[in-house]
Each structure stands twice: as C-alpha cells, then as structure tokens.
C-alpha cells in the first residue's frame, strides 16, 4: 500500500495541513527497525543506494517517484485475507490503552434540543444536552444484548493498609465487632497463605488463582 503522493507531488492531497502531510509521509530513511518505549515503531526502510527499491507511480495527473518513504505499514496476510485497504502498526504507547477503551466507556449517544413559544431566543439557556437512543440502540437493549465485553475479566485486588480492609455493618452490629470480626480481603489472605507455604512467598499476589484454588 503506497500513501499518497503527497507533498510537493500533490500539495493539494487531502492529507496535507499547512504545506506538511499530517500522517508523517515521507517517513525517513532507516536501516534497521526501531522501537521506542511510548512511541511508534520506525520501521526498516532502506533508500535506493542501500537496497531499497524504486518506481515510478504514473498518474493522469502527474507522474512521481515512490520509494520505501511512502510504503504505508502492512500485513501481507491481513491484506489476502481481508481483500481491502489495512494498515497495521505495532502500539508500543501506554496511550493505546485509552484508545481501546474509551468507545466503549465513553457513553451514549447524545442530542441536542429545544422546545419553545417565545418569540426571542436565548441560545445558551434554552438549550438542554439530554440523552438520545436511537431505534436500533433501543431493541438492542429491549432484548437485554450486551453492549460491549471485556475479555479476560479484570478483576481489582484488595490493596489497603494494615485493618484498612472494607467491613461491612448495621445498627445492631457495632463498628469495633465488626473490625475484630472482619473476612479476610484477597491481600489479608495472601498474608497467611505465604506464613504457611514457603512456594507462595515466590508469588505475586495476582498469580495465586493460577497455582491455588
């Protein structure tokens, strides 16, 4: 998959934002792969001198030079199997992890409206930010279908400080029986399980399900 051309070859090129390609092209010469720790992987891209290959993209409209510069990254399998445009990037970045996430968590949809008989209006008070459902969403969730899955499940550990744990009491049952009576909390039960066996204190507390039951 060839991106563009862009840049001098085409500087009216939908990607371009203020004389640069906003998607980075050309990327730059690189003998060997690179990976960051928070960014995006430099993959290997070899100039003509060095290995790399050349052509000529013939056009209608203008003619240009494409080297490994303009090579969107891919997957060769996904490409055959999909039948479609693919580009396929490693997500080295902590960010990715809100990118995944925040469609599913980011809400519903939402639609702004306004019901009124005055003759003058006054746009920033008379309108109201409420929540829409649309048809399709609606039978969705007449039918109780999920709207999104997490898997594997995320389970949150029980970290807290010494008789920090969470107790749970009622109006006959005093706050200070309730803490000398307190249910062990997975860390407090971490503890005693590693008094009494040498092979959990070589554990984290999050691995003990894959070992104990």
């Not at 030079?65 to 090579?71: A, G, T, V």
């Not at 396929?88 to 639609?111: M, N, R, T």
């Not at 702004?112 to 048809?135: H, L, M, P, W």
Request: aromatic share 10%; proline share 7%.
């Amino acid at each position: 998959m060839i991106h563009g051309p862009c840049g001098v070859n085409n500087p009216t090129a939908p990607c371009m934002k203020n004389g640069t390609c906003s998607k980075g092209f050309p990327k730059p010469f690189i003998q060997n792969s690179e990976i960051g720790n928070d960014s995006y992987p430099k993959y290997r891209r070899r100039s003509p001198n060095h290995g790399g290959q050349e052509l000529v993209l013939d056009k209608t409209t203008n003619t240009s030079k494409i080297d490994s510069r303009w090579f969107v990254p891919y997957n060769p399998l996904l490409l055959r199997l999909m039948n479609c445009h693919l580009n396929v990037e490693l997500c080295s970045s902590v960010k990715s992890i809100k990118y995944v996430l925040k469609y599913v968590h980011k809400g519903c949809d939402q639609a702004t409206f306004k019901v009124t008989e005055q003759a003058t209006r006054d746009e920033v008070s008379d309108f109201i930010n409420v929540r829409y459902i649309g048809s399709t969403e609606a039978a969705w969730r007449i039918f109780s279908m999920p709207m999104h899955e997490r898997f594997p499940p995320v389970m949150q550990l029980a970290v807290h400080l010494e008789n920090g744990q969470r107790v749970c009491f009622t109006e006959e049952n005093t706050h200070e029986k309730s803490v000398s009576d307190a249910p062990d909390s997975t860390l407090t039960a971490f503890f005693k399980l590693c008094d009494t066996d040498a092979f959990a204190c070589t554990l984290l507390c999050y691995d003990v399900p894959s070992f104990y039951t």
